[in-house]
């Protein structure tokens, strides 16, 4: 069982920048890859871009390819989204979600989402 909490969302002017967090609880966390996706108002859920549960491999969308990084900490259980040059298009609520062992985009556990704003 993993647990997953996101922070750091806020309301940010467009080309600036935020860092959203990822903490885990739970056994195994340097197990699972883990990814961050996002959904807007009257949207599907989009996904955004994932890191693997070494930190070694990372892939990104399109849309976010060049401005968000993805990174990992997994003595400290927690997986970090950097979000520079944010457009008023990346506007929505940002989740996490933890697989075990590889990527499929369908996660096992997720988080219960943060909320990011960029203000045109």
């Known amino acids: 069982q993993v647990q997953l909490v996101e922070s750091g969302g806020g309301l940010v002017q467009a080309g600036g920048s935020l860092r959203l967090s990822c903490a885990a609880s739970?056994?195994?966390?340097?197990?699972?890859?883990v990814g961050w996706f996002r959904q807007a108002p009257g949207k599907e859920r989009e996904f955004v871009g994932y890191v693997s549960w070494s930190g070694g491999n990372t892939y990104y969308a399109d849309s976010v390819k060049g401005r968000f990084t993805i990174s990992r900490d997994n003595a400290k259980n927690t997986v970090t989204l950097q979000m520079n040059s944010l457009k008023p298009e990346d506007t929505a609520v940002y989740y996490c979600g933890a697989q075990y062992w590889g990527w499929t985009r369908f996660p096992d556990y997720w988080g219960q989402g943060t909320q990011v704003t960029v203000s045109s």
């Open positions: 739970g056994r195994s966390f340097s197990m699972y890859s």
